[in-house]
C-alpha cells in the first residue's frame, strides 16, 4: 500500500471516531441531565450591570425582594425577554392651598394632631399649579369674586368652599353655581362637614359627674342683637315670667374668655338661643354649656335636627312649650327638684363634648378628603343647596 493510501485510511479511521464520540455525548446528554451551576444571578445585579439579557425568572424573584423601591413589569410574551428595573417615587403628599385665611385669621398649618399622614398644609399661592385643592372661605370672598385664582385651574384640581355662618347671615354671590368642587360647612350633608361641636364615646372609666356650684338659675350671653331676631322677641316675653341674669355687649357688660366660662357654670340653664333657624345650625351656643355643666334651653332648628346631634334627654327646647310662660313654668320646678333637674346630666356617664377648631379642622380634614377623594366631582347647585331650601 502507497503513502497516500494510508494516509486517507486513518482519516476514514478518524472521522468514524469522531462520529461515534458525538454520537455518545448526543445519547449521554439525552438519557443523562448534569446538574451545571451558573453564576449567581443577584450576585450579578448587586455589582451594578443591569444591561444584559437575562433569565425572566431570576429577574422577577430578585425585584421581589426589593419591592419598595423597584417596580416589577411583566416580560412580554413574545419578543426577546429584556427587563429593565423601573425607579418609581413615592406618592406625593396631598398639597392644599389655603387661598383665603378666614376672617383673616391664621392657624397652624399643621395636621399631626388630627393623624392625618400625607396631607400639607400651605398659603403660598405660588404653589397654586401643584395644589391638588384650594381652600377659599366664604365671608372673604370678594362680590365680584375678583380676588379668587385668575390662573386656568389645573385638571387634578378642586375648589372647597368653606363657611360657617348661616344662610341668614352670608350673601349669595353670583356665580358661585359650577365653580367650586367641594363644600365644608356645618351641615351634615356637606362633602366635609365639620360641626361646631359633637360628642364622642367615653374611652375611660368616668367619674361620677359632680355637678358646679349654682347660684343663677338662667343666663344668656348675647352680643348680636336685632328687634327682629326670633330669638330677642322670646327673651322680651320670657323675661316678663322669670328672672334672668344677661352679659354680652348687647347690655352692656362684656365678657372676656374667663369670665364666660365661670358664668355659664354657675347657671342652672343656659339660653342657647341662635341667631337664625336653619338646620344642623347647632353653635357653640350649646355645646359650651353642655360641656360646663348647664342644661341648655335651646331656639333654632327643630327639636328632630337637635336629636341628630345631641342626646333628646340633655337639653329643653322652647318648642316643646305653647308659650314663653310655659317654659318660664318648667324651669322654676325644675329649679325646686333636684333629681329632676340632674337627669340632664345622665349623658355625660357616656359622652364628652369636643369643639371644632375654626379653620384649621376644615382645611385639614379637606386635605384629607382630597387624598381619599380623587375622583372628579362637583358642586352645581350651591346657590340652591344653601340659601334656598
Given at each position: 500500500m502507497s503513502l497516500s493510501s494510508c494516509q486517507m485510511t486513518r482519516q476514514r479511521q478518524f472521522a468514524s471516531g469522531c462520529f461515534l464520540?458525538?454520537?455518545?455525548?448526543?445519547?449521554?446528554?439525552?438519557?443523562?441531565?448534569?446538574?451545571i451551576e451558573f453564576p449567581d444571578f443577584r450576585d450579578y445585579l448587586r455589582r451594578g450591570n443591569h444591561s444584559c439579557e437575562c433569565p425572566v425568572e431570576a429577574h422577577i424573584q430578585d425585584s421581589n425582594l426589593n419591592r419598595s423601591s423597584e417596580?416589577?413589569?411583566?416580560?412580554?410574551?413574545?419578543?426577546?425577554?429584556?427587563?429593565?428595573?423601573?425607579?418609581?417615587?413615592?406618592?406625593?403628599?396631598?398639597?392644599?392651598?389655603?387661598?383665603?385665611?378666614?376672617?383673616g385669621s391664621k392657624f397652624d398649618l399643621n395636621c399631626d394632631m388630627f393623624n392625618y399622614k400625607g396631607c400639607r398644609l400651605t398659603d403660598d399661592k405660588s404653589?397654586?399649579?401643584?395644589?391638588?385643592?384650594?381652600?377659599?372661605?366664604?365671608?372673604?370672598?370678594h362680590g365680584n369674586l375678583g380676588n379668587l385664582p385668575s390662573e386656568p385651574r389645573p385638571w387634578f384640581q378642586k375648589w372647597v368652599w368653606m363657611n360657617m355662618e348661616s344662610p341668614t347671615h352670608c350673601s349669595k354671590l353670583p356665580g358661585l353655581d359650577n365653580l367650586f368642587n367641594l363644600t365644608s360647612c356645618y351641615r351634615?350633608?356637606?362633602h366635609i362637614p365639620v360641626p361646631y361641636g359633637h360628642l364622642v364615646p367615653q374611652t375611660s372609666e368616668v367619674e361620677s359627674f359632680q355637678l358646679p356650684t349654682k347660684d343663677k338659675?338662667?343666663?344668656?350671653?348675647?352680643?348680636?342683637?336685632?328687634?327682629?331676631?326670633?330669638?330677642?322677641?322670646?327673651?322680651?316675653?320670657?323675661?316678663?315670667?322669670?328672672?334672668?341674669?344677661?352679659?354680652g355687649r348687647a347690655f352692656g357688660k362684656n365678657v372676656d374668655d374667663q369670665n364666660y366660662a365661670k358664668i355659664l357654670s354657675s347657671c342652672k340653664f343656659y339660653l342657647s338661643f341662635e341667631n337664625s333657624q336653619h338646620t344642623d345650625y347647632i353653635t357653640e351656643k350649646v355645646f359650651n354649656?353642655?360641656?360646663?355643666?348647664?342644661?341648655?334651653?335651646?331656639?333654632g332648628t327643630s327639636r328632630e335636627n337637635y336629636e341628630d346631634h345631641i342626646p333628646g334627654d340633655s337639653f329643653i327646647h322652647?318648642?316643646?312649650?305653647s308659650t314663653p310662660k310655659e317654659l318660664a313654668e318648667r324651669l322654676l320646678h325644675l329649679d325646686q327638684n333636684m333629681t329632676e333637674y340632674m337627669r340632664f346630666f345622665d349623658w355625660k356617664n357616656r359622652y364628652k363634648v369636643e369643639g371644632s377648631q375654626f379653620?384649621?379642622?376644615?382645611?385639614?380634614?379637606?386635605?384629607?378628603?382630597?387624598?381619599?377623594?380623587?375622583?372628579?366631582?362637583?358642586?352645581?347647585?350651591?346657590t340652591k343647596w344653601f340659601w334656598d331650601q
Amino acid at each position: 500500500m502507497s503513502l497516500s493510501s494510508c494516509q486517507m485510511t486513518r482519516q476514514r479511521q478518524f472521522a468514524s471516531g469522531c462520529f461515534l464520540l458525538v454520537c455518545f455525548l448526543v445519547i449521554l446528554f439525552t438519557y443523562y441531565k448534569p446538574e451545571i451551576e451558573f453564576p449567581d444571578f443577584r450576585d450579578y445585579l448587586r455589582r451594578g450591570n443591569h444591561s444584559c439579557e437575562c433569565p425572566v425568572e431570576a429577574h422577577i424573584q430578585d425585584s421581589n425582594l426589593n419591592r419598595s423601591s423597584e417596580q416589577q413589569v411583566e416580560a412580554p410574551t413574545d419578543g426577546p425577554q429584556h427587563i429593565q428595573d423601573v425607579e418609581v417615587d413615592a406618592e406625593p403628599d396631598t398639597l392644599l392651598l389655603i387661598w383665603t385665611w378666614p376672617f383673616g385669621s391664621k392657624f397652624d398649618l399643621n395636621c399631626d394632631m388630627f393623624n392625618y399622614k400625607g396631607c400639607r398644609l400651605t398659603d403660598d399661592k405660588s404653589l397654586y399649579q401643584q395644589a391638588h385643592g384650594v381652600f377659599i372661605h366664604h365671608r372673604d370672598i370678594h362680590g365680584n369674586l375678583g380676588n379668587l385664582p385668575s390662573e386656568p385651574r389645573p385638571w387634578f384640581q378642586k375648589w372647597v368652599w368653606m363657611n360657617m355662618e348661616s344662610p341668614t347671615h352670608c350673601s349669595k354671590l353670583p356665580g358661585l353655581d359650577n365653580l367650586f368642587n367641594l363644600t365644608s360647612c356645618y351641615r351634615s350633608d356637606s362633602h366635609i362637614p365639620v360641626p361646631y361641636g359633637h360628642l364622642v364615646p367615653q374611652t375611660s372609666e368616668v367619674e361620677s359627674f359632680q355637678l358646679p356650684t349654682k347660684d343663677k338659675l338662667v343666663c344668656w350671653i348675647v352680643s348680636n342683637w336685632h328687634d327682629g331676631h326670633k330669638r330677642v322677641q322670646y327673651y322680651n316675653e320670657l323675661k316678663k315670667h322669670i328672672q334672668l341674669e344677661t352679659y354680652g355687649r348687647a347690655f352692656g357688660k362684656n365678657v372676656d374668655d374667663q369670665n364666660y366660662a365661670k358664668i355659664l357654670s354657675s347657671c342652672k340653664f343656659y339660653l342657647s338661643f341662635e341667631n337664625s333657624q336653619h338646620t344642623d345650625y347647632i353653635t357653640e351656643k350649646v355645646f359650651n354649656p353642655m360641656k360646663l355643666g348647664t342644661v341648655p334651653v335651646v331656639l333654632g332648628t327643630s327639636r328632630e335636627n337637635y336629636e341628630d346631634h345631641i342626646p333628646g334627654d340633655s337639653f329643653i327646647h322652647v318648642d316643646d312649650f305653647s308659650t314663653p310662660k310655659e317654659l318660664a313654668e318648667r324651669l322654676l320646678h325644675l329649679d325646686q327638684n333636684m333629681t329632676e333637674y340632674m337627669r340632664f346630666f345622665d349623658w355625660k356617664n357616656r359622652y364628652k363634648v369636643e369643639g371644632s377648631q375654626f379653620g384649621r379642622e376644615h382645611a385639614c380634614k379637606a386635605c384629607r378628603y382630597l387624598e381619599k377623594n380623587k375622583g372628579y366631582q362637583a358642586s352645581h347647585s350651591l346657590t340652591k343647596w344653601f340659601w334656598d331650601q
